[in-house]
């Protein structure tokens, strides 16, 4: 199994900051990565496929990058409503396998 | 929009099957961009991937788990279920079921979850 490692885990900003986080797979997955937001009680929703394509209708200052094994996530100017918890996923191979998420909280 | 809504006991008690069933709305299952996954997250864990089902009937399991459960789908009432048997304390999570739209692993619609517990 491809196995997907974030980084922090957990994480403090104010509304306005600029956030990354990364994430590292432990092989070689190309461009097939995700990213994913979740709310408390809530299922996850698609933000990024291929790495960096923007789900449809999700604002434009969340942005992905990376390939190989090196992605990262990136919020150019921190909401109120994007404080939840993001995690990457790997669809290079079967069985598909996610981050163990980070938690992004209100400074 | 395609919508999926997932059904099933919210108690099951240990070494017997846990069953669930999720129901697409706004298109049809056996539309055949879609593969439609089970995905469970353990309380206050992360995401752990089950088992995808094409509508022709194809499956893959995670081989984690693949001793214990069993995808299938009912094109007719555009649904498809999940089966896990034997289970244990070790299985109470939110499951969730989500279909990729582009056939390749990425879940662009998930259902809202509904959590299991394993418990006598």
């Known amino acids: 199994d491809i196995q997907m490692t974030q980084s922090p885990s957990s994480l403090s900003a104010s509304v306005g900051d600029r956030v990354t986080i990364t994430c590292r797979a432990s092989?070689?997955?190309?461009?097939?990565l995700a990213w994913y937001q979740q709310k408390p009680e809530k299922a996850p929703k698609s933000l990024i496929y291929g790495a960096s394509s923007l789900q449809s209708g999700v604002p434009s200052r969340f942005s992905g990058s990376g390939s190989g094994t090196d992605f990262s996530l990136t919020i150019s100017s921190l909401q109120p409503e994007d404080f939840a918890t993001y995690y990457c996923q790997q669809y290079n191979s079967y069985p598909l396998t996610f981050g163990g998420g980070t938690k992004v909280e209100i400074k | 929009q395609v919508q999926l809504q997932e059904s099933g006991p919210g108690l099951v008690k240990p070494s017997q099957t846990l069953s669930l069933t999720c129901t697409v709305s706004?298109?049809?299952?056996?539309?055949?961009?879609?593969?439609w996954s089970w995905i469970r997250q353990h309380p206050g864990r992360g995401l752990e991937w089950i088992a995808y089902i094409y509508y022709s009937g194809s499956t893959y399991y995670n081989p984690s788990l693949k001793s214990r459960v069993t995808i299938s789908i009912d094109t007719s009432k555009n649904q498809f279920s999940l089966k896990l048997s034997s289970v244990t304390a070790a299985d109470t999570a939110v499951y969730y079921c989500?279909?990729?739209?582009?056939?390749?692993?990425?879940?662009?619609?998930w259902g809202q979850g509904t959590l299991v517990t394993v418990s006598s």
């Open positions: 092989q070689d997955i190309s461009s097939w």
């Open positions: 706004g298109g049809s299952i056996s539309n055949g961009n879609y593969y």
């Open positions: 989500a279909g990729d739209g582009r056939g390749d692993g990425y879940f662009d619609y």
